[in-house]
Nanobody, 115 residues
Framework: QVQLVESGGGLVQAGGSLRLSCVASGRILRINGMGWYRQAPGKQRELVATITNFGTTNYADSVKGRFTISRDSAKNTLYLEMNNLKAEDTAVYYC?????????WGQGTQVTVSS
């Protein structure tokens, strides 16, 4: 099993920045790739960004050019740098790890952007 713990969420004004972190523990050698997802009230969980073990990244169109996903393997930590935040970015952000084809999830961290 892999355990994921997110941090870094909070309240920020529109146009501001936040950096989310996700620390992985457990059977981390089995992780094939990681990503960030978010879920706004009344909406389905959606993909924000993913990164493979080779560093290949993928972003939702809504965050391209504003968010950057990165991974520090030495620290077993996944990051999401979020710039120029908008009110529509308000959501609970979840860290995800692909472990042998199965998804492991963190508990989520709230990001609230005030306009």
């Amino acid at each position: 099993q892999v355990q994921l713990v997110e941090s870094g969420g909070g309240l920020v004004q529109a146009g501001g920045s936040l950096r989310l972190s996700c620390v992985a523990s457990g059977r981390i050698l089995r992780i094939n790739g990681m990503g960030w997802y978010r879920q706004a009230p009344g909406k389905q969980r959606e993909l924000v960004a993913t990164i493979t073990n080779f560093g290949t990244t993928n972003y939702a169109d809504s965050v391209k050019g504003r968010f950057t996903i990165s991974r520090d393997s030495a620290k077993n930590t996944l990051y999401l740098e979020m710039n120029n935040l908008k009110a529509e970015d308000t959501a609970v952000y979840y860290c995800n790890a692909n472990v042998g084809g199965f998804g492991s999830w963190g508990q989520g961290t709230q990001v609230t952007v005030s306009s």
